[in-house]
């Protein structure tokens, strides 16, 4: 029977699984998804797993069981190759790498955190792609609150109690916005700590923040976290980061690249530091003999085919982040008119592509995927919020607009099992407020055991 495998179980990879499941007929085709995890995340609800306003096990996606018709094969790819129509993965429980043969390929690897050799970085920050890492920010940013409580005024009380966001993206300022409304709640149960004490900093290369919205938006947001004693550094960059310790440097530039004021330096200490500063394709496309564009995204056509420079590649597919896909409507990114690399796009292009394989399989010809993107709308906390559409010419913010952005996405969460889970968070606290409990200690479970275990006795001689 034809072999349909999936790379990738996140957005476009799973909802290319489960809408197969859906179109195929009985005998049809088989479908198997590679994946290290075991389920896919619903990566814009990490900020709020962040700030502790949904449970972290609820913005993810189970494939075993929402995928009852896939083959599951939790490994990791480590190449591919086109020509002989097979992908090598390593399996995620150790054993040997091994080749799984396909007829039909759907790459959809996503993205990772894009970052820069800056000093301190790779060994302090923090991403922001996965539930582990929002749990881990969640967790750092209670216990600080909470170790920062006993200490007297100093260097390591203020190092605890500084937060920083690199990247004044979407989801940077997302987090950012979400961490400062978990910080002043902390307050409430921390009467040792000041609101003046707790510094929030957002580090950002660009002189302005959240492309995605209207500039008179984004000011307000900027206003609105100003407000909320949340600096943000435009036109900065983080210069260093060893220990803990940032140096963030601000170079105000003319559009000819002259200095228009002289360049300013800023030394603070920063126990969180989150890095949220841009995405690329993921790496491992490029030990494949699949075409990438120069960014190492796949190349991909309207009706979502791989294609190089030689033509189509047969029997390979890809939507996501990690392909560059034209966008049709005309609003795609300005360098290339590819569509943006967000949720949006990535499930429209999963559904599209599961109806343009199916299509293919029955010999019928694939069509272009073509959304025109409806608007963006993001949360900053608690009765905050942002919601930009018709081409960012409106905007609402505030309560209504965090009102939006908690019914889109609730509703768009996949599943009515995780749906009810997500609104079930929200409803409760409603009446019991936020949890602000951590099981930190998660990450060393043994410790406990191991302390009290009793040992064999050893030979005294
Ligand atoms: C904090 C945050 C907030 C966001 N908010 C929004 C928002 O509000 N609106 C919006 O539209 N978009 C948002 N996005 C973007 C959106 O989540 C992504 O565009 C979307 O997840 C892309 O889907 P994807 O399937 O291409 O990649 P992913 O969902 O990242 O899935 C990639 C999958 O590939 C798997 N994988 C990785 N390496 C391998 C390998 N070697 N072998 C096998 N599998 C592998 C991963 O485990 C993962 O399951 C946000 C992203 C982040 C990080």
Redesign the pocket.
């Known amino acids: 029977m034809t072999n349909v495998l999936i ?9 290319t699984a489960k809408k197969l499941e859906k179109h195929l007929r009985n005998g049809e085709a088989t479908v198997t998804l ?4 075991p ?9 709020e797993v962040a700030a502790g306003e949904i449970e972290a096990r609820h913005v993810v996606v189970s494939h075993r069981r929402h995928l009852p018709k896939t083959k599951i094969v939790q ?4 190449g591919i190759s086109a020509s002989d129509k097979k992908v090598t ?1 390593a399996p995620v429980g150790g054993g040997e790498p091994f080749d799984v043969e396909y007829d039909e390929l759907v790459v ?5 955190s894009r970052t820069f050799p800056i000093p301190g970085v790779a060994d302090q920050a923090i991403g ?3 539930v582990e890492e ?1 749990v881990a920010v969640r967790d750092r940013l209670i216990a600080n609150f909470d170790k920062a409580a006993g200490l007297p005024a100093g260097v390591e009380r203020s190092k605890l109690l500084t937060v920083t966001v690199v990247g004044g993206g ?2 940077g300022i ?2 950012f916005a979400e961490l400062r409304s978990l910080a002043t709640y902390l307050l409430r149960s921390h009467p040792e700590i000041t609101f003046d004490e707790v510094q929030f900093h957002l580090v950002e290369a660009m002189g302005s923040i959240m492309p995605e919205v209207s500039h008179k938006t984004s000011l307000w947001v900027l206003d609105n976290l100003d407000q909320r004693n949340a600096t943000v550094h435009l036109n900065t960059q983080l210069m260093d980061a060893t220990g803990g310790h940032c140096v963030i440097k601000t170079s105000i530039k003319d559009k000819d690249g002259n200095l228009t004021e002289p360049e300013k330096t800023v030394e603070f200490d920063s126990d969180l530091i989150i890095w ?1 500063a841009g ?1 690329m394709a ?1 790496p ?1 496309l490029k030990n494949s003999d699949l075409p990438l564009e120069p960014r190492g995204r796949l190349r991909v056509r309207a009706d979502l085919r791989v294609e190089g420079d030689d033509g189509i590649v047969e029997h390979v597919w890809g ?5 560059q896909v034209p966008d049709l409507s005309g609003k795609g990114l300005p360098f290339d008119g590819s569509c ?8 429209r292009q ?1 559904k599209r592509l599961a109806k343009n394989v199916t299509a293919s399989l029955r010999g019928e010809l694939p069509r272009d995927y073509l959304h025109k993107p409806a608007g ?3 949360g900053l906390g608690p009765g905050r919020g942002v919601f930009t559409g018709g081409g960012k010419k409106f905007a609402l913010k505030g309560w209504v607009a965090w009102m939006m ?1 908690r019914g889109y ?1 609730g509703l768009a969460m996949p599943t009515w099992e995780r749906k009810l889970r997500v609104f079930g968070d929200w409803s409760e606290q409603l009446f019991i407020r936020r949890d602000i409990v951590t099981l930190e200690k998660v990450q060393e479970p043994r410790a406990f055991f191991e302390e009290y275990a009793s040992r064999p006795k050893t030979d005294a001689k």
């Open positions: 790379i990738g179980g996140g957005y476009a990879g799973f909802y590679v994946d290290p995890l389920y896919m995340t619903y990566q814009p609800f990490l900020p490994a990791k790819v480590t993965v959809t690897l996503g993205s990772v922001l792609k996965s929002a979407f989801a997302e987090i949220t995405v993921n491992v939507a996501g982040d990690s392909c943006v690399p967000n949720a949006q796009h990535a499930v999963a963006a709308v993001a952005h996405h």
